[in-house]
């Protein structure tokens, strides 16, 4: 019990790593604030909340904007592709909402198949593009493959995903507040564990394809 709250201890290291996610967090949203960039802060988030779980963390805010500059380019391009396909449906949802009702029913089906690709790539495109070094469509394309091939994993995503914004709109005071210092560093930082399972696995099979061609 001693060893707890040493300096080395388990206390000061939950509370430093509080601290870190808190931090994390600020940074995230401000760097979300143009819309634009927001797939580079997303990216960039999970870059050190990946490292974190690997227990390789560096400095926090040049590990952050390292990792943003790094990949502003094809996190951008991502998130365009995400952002531009939201915006079609929610145009979509409007102009047949107003100007066309009865043709609601038929065109329900293929928007839900758009909104839950929309939502795969949100889940898995950012962390794969923080962990691999890949192309825009190879990752986007993995993404997709990945949310079905651990489906389980991605309706847990989902849910974590959404609480933070489900807290922030329905519940006041200190939810709103837990939620908004903590909410999506924090969400992404439980979420990493599991990504890192993920991926991990797929970077040692990777590993060994490579290993058993080079013996051939």
Known sequence: MKNFF???GKFFNILSKITDLLWLNVLTIVCCIPIITAGAAITA???VTLSMVKKEEGYLTKDFFKAF???FLQATAMWAVILGGAFVILADVHIIGNYAPQFQTWLLIPMCFIVIVLLALYLYAFPLQAYFKNTIRGTLGNALKL???HLPYTIVFLILQAMPVIVIYYVTNIGFLVALGWGFAGIGYLCS???HG???KY???EAADVSDSQTE
Do not use: D
């Open 6 to 8: 040493k300096m080395e």
């Open 45 to 47: 988030m999970y870059s």
């Open 69 to 71: 500059a790094s990949n």
């Open 147 to 149: 949310s079905l091939a």
């Open 193 to 195: 564990f599991a990504y």
């Open 198 to 200: 993920i991926f991990h």
């Open 203 to 205: 970077e040692e099979q």
